[in-house]
């Protein structure tokens, strides 16, 4: 066999068994043959196509598309992935998963077909041993070349070589682009049964742990694929199938990499694995895999919500917990899970001990929020299955996941074990219902303009910013789209988007937005309104304001100083309070996001709880004490170990070249950031918290203002005071008196008032007493009384109750504000004779306001109900009167 390294695989005692040993072995066979080491990437993955990273190479997809330079000519990784399209197969079938890990090897224009098939063979055979009797090898059913590699070089028996069309066996990166064949390798575990008429679609027989994809075409939009003239080499490696492969275990959950975790949940349920049933069994399989994605996920920074990656978080998490359940775990345990999941991973990944307290207190958080819902939205669920439905509703579905956080696929899990099935049509028809009542917070977005201004930033070099330096720079117009399409001139009064090759204005970026300025010439005038970033090609959008602006035209760029100045007071106001927030509230706070604007700043960190107003006191005067003390900022380049290792802080889950910008503030903060900066502290002036609010779990916001802008938000504050002091006739100093006793005033007037309606309510309501009637040995009284507010119609019917003796049944209503139909009020209260009888009060009254659109209920003697269709009133009390007269008569 070629490549380096061989003989001292082949001498090796034993081959890797432990799902640590299969990835280290993995990764030292491709380092010996000249690959580049690379972390596992984020699963949160910088690709806007995609919410997680779903696949090993996710992290290489710029470099095959040529959007960037290749880290080296050869790479080898092991990339933690998540995937959830199979979510319904996690612990049903024998190697679905969430969370799963790809081991991969890369070739960028280097090495392909020939060498990548016989390492993948002396990698399956040598390092791990396998038997080339237990294994099967796919081709593209035209791929000639792998077939002939494969049997003449390889010396794999033809029988088993198995050609497959191209949904199996061909790769692509979209419907234009990169593509090429696949070739795979599976492991026979039947191998007696011969190999004639080898169908790898047989799961029981064959699984399938290395693909090799070989990227040699470009397919064009007519479908023609022309060769590459760099041509890659992309594979990836199942840990958790050669793990099963290896371990000789009958799936992957039973393997040191999931099995560890499935044996903390059964013994928190009490339970023994080996003597379960198959369901039980299966919820303790979905309880191992998940608990690996949710710790991972909280890991790389995402949080539960609705939205995106924190709905799927949220909803492999509720799975975690209704399956626990399901075993009879009744106590919360994911810190539990948590915790053994750090622990089988952390050798392997050692950020997840770095964020242990962030992952367990999430983990806790959405348990308990899960929790408070959890019993409610099970009862109703519960009731909804008593019914025996054949479906279960749209509606129903919507309001479990609404109001109880049932994700839909844990109420189709559920009706599914019931024999089951969900109204998927209804249900998205509320969704949507409640799309178009949210639809005021809808934002528009211009895909034509962005989808421009794409094209032409990927066929250009990286834009030089020299905005650190200087604010003006003479520079050439190399990219123009003018009202979103591509143009050689623009006008006056035209939208443009322009590309320079170098440039001094800041392009929006790690939180700070960008510049704002002009781009003049000879008669030319162009307004740049905003600066953004498309991969590394700085985008400069605004408006011609006179003259034209024509390609390859040489501007002048002026950045606004006081613009600049203030986002720089702003950003570095912003490193000084992520530092006072470590020094005040928590050592371990790290940063969430941040909005660096000219006359603002925004940060959010993770923290499980509000910052006190004291503690908001402590940053303010500590930031602006740093300010007072004119530290001189230094800023320069190294490579991020040295960063690091200088302690240099860094925003979690982002991604830094091998050479960063670090901004120190001597004995106060140091920052990885490549935003602009004052050069003293001292320039930034002060500093003001005007907020403190939370955003989402575990994940808070202060909104602050610094430098000029504090003094526009005092001089806004002064006048509110002043303001408020004329209307309240008091010195600025007074306001706090004069309105503490206003509100005194307003609630004893409100007292009197409420007094003085009850007054009229008894009133009132004394004349009705006449209008009641004999029913049986009761006496009945319905009617309607207008104008008055619920504890005074409760107050009147309470007393008419006790005036008509132990057989009354008193039933009022009414419209507190008799133009307003659409609220009503009613009341009943029954006597003890009555409540004997079987009418209760709460019960009855409840059944009354339905017939008015709303509902209520109370004690069996006297209760009160509300509803919004006021025009029904009279005919609810009709039916009121013939009920209680069918009740009692």
């Avoid at 089951?420 to 934002?443: H, I, Y």
């Avoid at 003018?482 to 988007?497: F, H, K, L, R, T």
């Avoid at 959010?604 to 500590?622: G, K, N, S, W, Y």
């Avoid at 006790?802 to 307003?820: C, I, T, Y």
């Amino acid at each position: 066999m070629p490549g380096s390294g061989f003989s001292r695989f082949a001498m090796a005692a034993a081959a890797p068994r432990t799902g640590a040993e299969i990835r280290a072995a993995f990764l030292d066979f491709y380092e010996q043959r000249g690959h580049q080491p690379m972390a596992s990437a984020s699963l949160v993955p910088e690709d806007p196509t995609v919410l997680l990273t779903i696949a090993g190479m996710l992290p290489f997809k710029p470099v095959f598309l040529g959007q960037q330079q290749r880290p080296a000519p050869r790479a080898t990784s092991s990339q933690k992935c998540i995937r959830t399209n199979d979510i319904e197969n996690v612990g049903r079938t024998a190697r679905h998963h969430t969370f799963f890990e790809m081991l991969g090897n890369f070739s960028f224009g280097d090495y392909f077909k020939e060498q990548a098939i016989q390492w993948a063979w002396e990698l399956s055979t040598v390092v791990f041993g396998l038997s080339p009797n237990n294994l099967v090898v796919s081709v593209f059913r035209e791929d000639d070349e792998a077939e002939a590699i494969w049997r003449d070089v390889v010396g794999v028996n033809p029988k088993r070589i198995i050609r497959m069309d191209e949904a199996d066996n061909f790769w692509a990166s979209g419907p234009t682009g990169p593509c090429g064949p696949c070739s795979e390798i599976y492991y026979d575990f039947k191998p007696e049964l011969g190999d004639d008429g080898i169908d790898l679609e047989d799961d029981s027989r064959f699984i399938e742990f290395y693909n090799l994809v070989f990227m040699q075409y470009n397919r064009d939009a007519e479908g023609t694929l022309t060769p590459l003239a760099a041509r890659n080499i992309d594979t990836g490696m199942g840990l958790e199938r050669m793990a099963q492969i290896l371990q000789g275990v009958p799936n992957n959950y039973e393997t040191d990499l999931i099995y560890p975790l499935i044996t903390t949940a059964a013994a928190l349920a009490g339970v023994d694995y080996r003597l379960l049933d198959e369901k039980g069994k299966t919820s303790l399989k979905v309880i191992g895999d998940h608990s690996r994605a949710i710790t991972q996920l909280i890991c790389d920074g995402v949080t539960a919500s609705n939205l995106g990656r924190g709905y799927i978080l949220r909803r492999l998490l509720r799975r975690v917990v209704r399956h626990g359940r399901l075993l009879g775990i009744d106590k919360p345990f994911l810190t539990a899970m948590g915790e053994a999941s750090i622990t089988l991973m952390q050798d392997a990944y050692p950020q997840l001990v770095a964020r242990r307290e962030v992952i367990l207190a999430e983990l806790q958080r959405e348990e308990a929020r899960f929790l408070e819902t959890l019993e409610r939205g099970e009862k109703l669920l519960a009731e909804v299955l008593a019914a025996q439905p054949r479906q279960i509703s749209g509606e129903q579905a919507f309001e479990l996941y609404d109001t109880y956080g049932f994700p839909l696929e844990l109420t189709e899990e559920i009706a599914e074990e019931h024999g089951l099935t969900v109204d998927l049509a209804g249900f998205e028809a509320a969704m949507e219902a409640q799309r178009q009542r949210a639809k005021a917070a809808a934002v528009s977005i211009d895909l034509t303009l962005q989808g421009a201004i794409d094209q032409v930033a990927a066929d250009l070099e990286a834009t030089q910013f020299r905005g650190y330096e200087l604010l003006e720079q003479s520079s050439c117009v190399l990219a123009l789209v003018v009202n979103g399409e591509p143009a050689e001139q623009a006008v006056a009064g035209d939208a443009v988007q322009v590309v320079l090759d170098t440039t001094p204005f800041y392009g929006e970026g790690g939180g700070q937005v960008g510049d704002r300025g002009l781009l003049t010439g000879d008669g030319l005038i162009v307004a740049i309104e905003a600066v953004s970033r498309n991969r590394s090609v700085f985008v400069h959008s605004g408006r011609v304001e006179r003259g034209s602006l024509a390609l390859g035209a040489v501007v002048h760029g002026q950045v606004d100083r006081s613009c600049r100045r203030r986002a720089q007071a702003n950003h570095t106001a912003t490193h000084l309070l992520q530092a006072a927030l470590k020094q005040v509230v928590d050592p371990g706070i790290g940063q969430a996001g941040s909005l660096v604007d000219f006359d603002r700043l925004r940060f959010d960190f993770h923290c499980p709880r509000a910052v006190t107003a004291e503690e908001l006191a402590q940053i303010e005067t500590l930031i602006n004490g740093w300010i007072s003390e004119a530290h001189a900022l230094e800023v320069a380049e190294m490579a991020i170990e040295q960063a690091k290792a200088a302690g240099a802080v860094a925003m979690f889950g982002e991604k830094y070249a091998d050479v960063v910008r670090v901004v120190d503030v001597p004995g106060v903060s140091m920052e990885l950031c490549g935003g602009t900066h004052v050069a003293n502290t001292a320039e930034i002036g002060l500093f003001k918290i005007v907020a403190e609010s939370g955003v989402a779990a575990g994940i808070r916001r202060i909104e602050a203002v610094a430098g000029p802008a504090v003094l526009a938000y005092l001089n806004e504050r002064d006048a509110v005071v002043r303001q408020l002091g004329d209307r309240v006739k008091a010195q600025p100093g007074e306001n706090v008196e004069r309105v503490a006793q206003l509100q005194e005033e307003l609630k004893a007037s409100q007292k009197a008032l409420a007094a003085a309606r009850e007054q009229l309510a008894l009133a009132k309501s004394a004349a009705l007493a006449a209008q009641a009637e004999a029913c049986g040995r009761s006496t009945l009284l319905v009617a309607r009384l207008d104008g008055v507010e619920g504890a005074g119609l409760q107050s009147a019917a309470a007393g008419l109750a006790e005036q008509l003796g132990e057989g009354a049944a008193v039933v009022l209503g009414g419209l507190p504000d008799g133009a307003d139909l659409s609220k009503v009020v009613l009341v009943a209260a029954f006597g003890p004779a009555v409540i004997a009888a079987g009418p209760k009060a709460g019960a009855f009254i409840g059944t009354v306001a339905k017939a008015c659109g709303g509902g209520g209920g109370g004690r069996p003697n006297l209760a009160q109900a509300g509803g919004r269709d006021g025009a029904a009133l009279d005919g609810a009390l009709a039916q009121a009167r013939a009920d209680l007269q069918a009740a009692l008569g």
